[in-house]
């Protein structure tokens, strides 16, 4: 997952983060903790990570209303986001609310910077008229069938 980010990527966006994973790695690769925003809609998630990641900024918030919450931080502006990391469950949400959360992830990164996923499915998780739809190219960047369930990485970019 971290391996698709970008290795030059500074400001980078990490979308349902849950018990920080990819925050740590993305921590450990070395990111500077004042250009990664974590957005965790689960309040009590959203507390464990600020205590985890004391540094990083935790917003307890919608992926879906990403650019207000980009517009509201210090040094990102929006269009000029690195890359956004997302672990949020596309498979299981509405597609409506699939297409509002990767318009907002789209509307602040820099053109060509990837929105990177993780899937337990087996197909991608944005629907190919979503996809189409905003106008994005899809790879399957990785896929580990040693995993519980089988696990992909995807990678869109406009």
Same mark, same amino acid.
């Given at each position: 997952?971290? =391996?698709?980010v970008p290795k030059a990527a500074q400001q980078v966006i990490e979308l349902g983060?849950? /018990?920080? *994973?990819? /925050?740590?790695? %993305? *921590?450990?690769?070395g990111t500077p903790l004042d250009e990664i925003i974590v957005v965790e809609l +689960?309040? =009590?998630m959203a507390e $464990? %990570? /600020?205590?985890?990641?004391p540094s990083v900024r935790v917003i307890n918030g919608d992926a879906s209303q990403l650019r207000e919450i980009i517009e509201r931080a210090? +040094? #990102?502006?929006?269009g000029q986001v690195d890359a956004v990391v997302s672990g949020l469950g596309f498979l299981n949400m509405p597609g409506a609310i699939v297409q509002s959360i990767v318009a907002a992830a789209f509307e602040v990164l820099a053109p060509g910077a990837p929105f990177v996923q993780f899937t337990y499915g087996p197909k991608s998780p944005i629907a190919s008229p979503i996809v189409r739809a905003l106008h %994005? $190219?899809?790879r399957r960047a990785s896929f580990t069938l040693? +995993? #519980?369930p089988p696990a992909s990485v995807y990678v869109y970019t406009r």
């Open positions: 997952m971290i =391996a698709e983060a849950g /018990t920080g *994973v990819f /925050t740590k790695l %993305l *921590v450990a690769r +689960n309040p =009590a $464990k %990570l /600020t205590l985890d990641f210090p +040094n #990102f502006t929006p %994005l $190219k899809v040693r +995993n #519980f």
